[in-house]
């Protein structure tokens, strides 16, 4: 056994040594709830109010507060004792003193640690040092923390106040696995996920003024499609069929478009077996959203307003930075063509290459094997290795080549062209857009060009879905669709470079040792 797992091991046994002395002395270790007066920064601007209005009491303090959180900071002083909690609302120190608390229950605080959550009650006053403080009259274990949390070495900067973390909890694997103690130690961690739902509540306020109606649509279901890519599958016993978790909301969003609801939109989860790395999770959080009457161009307007604000409104600006670069997110965006960006990157037409060619071009630029990859897929395969990453400002990439884009309608300058455009954030795609086909016949014939290529050994492309053909049959008027990827679009705002570190519980591989 190592000498760190020697010590984990003791530091364990000694927190359960504290855990049974505490229920020797009668002591409850875990609390059924506590009446909370106040959140720690309600307290502090308490304090700051009374303060200034001239109405603290003789000693320069308030009436009795109650406040709860984790400890996380203890210096003791033989009589007295100074300790630091942290609930939702931040810090505020506490001010133990004997002589208040009585022999007895001043003691029995050595038996708390770091991480223990506890309640206090007593008046606020500030302290020499200017830091508002609970001078504590009463206290009670909340939980005791049977495994100590990775803090890291803190330094309070005297000029600025700001805290200072100079080790701890850094393995990013480890803070991914363990994200409940990624939380607790790490203040900025729990921003990111503020900020995250500050973001999507913003999303859901634009769509919602504008008269979208948000719905649910199946994460079963018998037939995927929406997007290209391989599925998870499932097996439903009482109807002994296979199911598959959706990988894409958008043929169930289109079917109400057909029954009549005219702007519809879904924030859900989706689900595609495929690669994990910096920008690709399996499970992952999509915005759809489907408008009658609109094409493509529509709803470049409407994504440009949409990003714009829910920026502005998220972050306090249209401009933010993403991994040392300012990215703008006020309207207009650029717009460059799929096809002239390519050509422009490559120095060919690459419409005019045949299929080896096309391939061997791929191949050179990815550094890989296509082998097997239909036309569709070695053009965006080529797009995505030798555009992609020049695309830094929000820019839109439009006019896409018809095998790209099984659902969208035929672009009416180009029939080699389809009406739909990508948005491309830091070299990153961040939505996808069509003019949506509403043509069954024309429907029918692309699913039947993906169920061929399938065939010929593309995994990922659209199966043939026969109910969805039916629901256009019945006619859907013309319509504009959008995909925004939430995760990414996390990233952005929240300036992280791993979409892990926008998702609270990130796919990973079995732990060391785990079964399974």
């Known amino acids: ?30 609390a059924y709830r506590y009446e909370r007066s106040h959140r720690s920064d309600k307290a502090r601007a308490t304090f700051e109010a009374a303060e200034s209005a001239d109405e603290l009491g003789e000693e320069g303090t308030t009436e009795p507060v109650r406040v709860a959180g984790r400890l996380l900071s ?7 004792a100074f300790a630091h909690i942290e609930d939702g ?20 605080l050595e038996l708390l640690d770091l991480g223990d959550w506890v309640g206090v009650e007593g008046p606020l006053f500030r302290t020499r040092t200017g830091e508002v403080t609970v001078r504590v009259a009463g206290w009670q274990l909340l ?21 200072v973390v100079h080790s701890g909890f850094s393995d990013p694997q480890a803070r991914f696995r363990q994200r409940y103690a990624d939380l607790a130690v790490h203040p900025e961690v729990r921003e990111v996920f503020r900020l995250r739902s500050r973001m999507v509540s913003e999303i859901r306020r634009f769509l919602d003024a504008r008269d979208y109606l948000e719905v649910e649509t199946p994460v079963l279901q018998p037939i995927y499609g929406g997007a290209a ?13 296979q199911l598959y978790l959706r990988i894409a909301d958008e043929l169930y969003l289109k079917r109400l478009i057909v029954g009549g609801f005219e702007r519809v939109y879904e924030i859900g989860r989706d689900f595609r077996n495929e690669g994990i790395d910096r920008s690709h999770n399996p499970e992952f959080t999509m915005l759809e959203f489907y408008e009658a009457f609109a094409d493509y161009r529509d709803m ?58 096309l391939r061997a071009r791929t191949e050179a630029a990815v550094g890989e094997s296509m082998k097997g990859l239909p036309r569709g897929r070695l053009l965006d395969k080529l797009f995505g290795a030798v555009v992609e990453p020049g695309l830094v400002q929000p820019t839109f990439v439009v006019d ?8 969208a309608k035929l672009h009416r300058d180009n029939p080699r062209l389809t009406e739909r455009f990508e948005l491309f954030v830091a070299g990153r795609e961040i939505a996808n857009a069509f003019s949506e086909l509403n043509d069954p016949l024309d429907q029918r014939q692309r699913f039947e060009a993906q169920v061929e290529a399938r065939q010929e050994g ?10 969805y053909l039916r629901a256009m049959e019945y006619g859907m008027p013309p319509t504009g669709g959008v995909g925004i990827g939430i995760d990414r679009l996390a990233m952005l705002l929240a300036d992280r470079p791993s979409i892990r570190d926008v998702i609270l519980f990130p796919t990973l591989r079995p732990e060391e040792g785990s079964a399974g």
């Open 400 to 407: 896409y080549p018809v095998e790209l884009s099984p659902l």
């Open 300 to 357: 470049m307007q409407l994504v440009e307003e949409l990003l714009s604000e829910v920026a502005r409104r998220t972050t306090g600006s249209e401009v933010v930075r993403f991994d040392g670069e300012e990215i703008d997110f006020t309207p207009p965006f650029a717009r460059v063509g799929f096809v002239e960006a390519l050509e422009e990157a490559t120095g060919v037409r690459v419409l005019e290459l045949d299929d080896a060619e």
């Open 1 to 30: 056994m190592t000498p760190a797992m020697d010590e984990s091991n003791y530091l364990l046994r000694a927190r359960r040594e504290k855990l049974r002395a505490l229920e020797e002395r009668g002591l409850q270790p875990y």
């Open 74 to 80: 203890w210096r003791s002083h033989g009589k007295t």
């Open 143 to 163: 939980s005791k923390a049977l495994r100590p949390l990775p803090f890291g070495k803190e330094e309070v900067d005297p000029e600025t106040g700001e805290r």
């Open 89 to 108: 609302g931040g810090r505020i120190q506490l001010y133990f003193r004997r002589n208040d608390l009585g022999e007895e229950p001043y003691a029995l």
């Open 458 to 467: 593309d995994d990922e492309s659209h199966p043939l879905d026969e109910d």
């Open 229 to 241: 890519a391989r599925p998870f599958t499932t097996h439903h016993n009482a109807l002994d069929m």
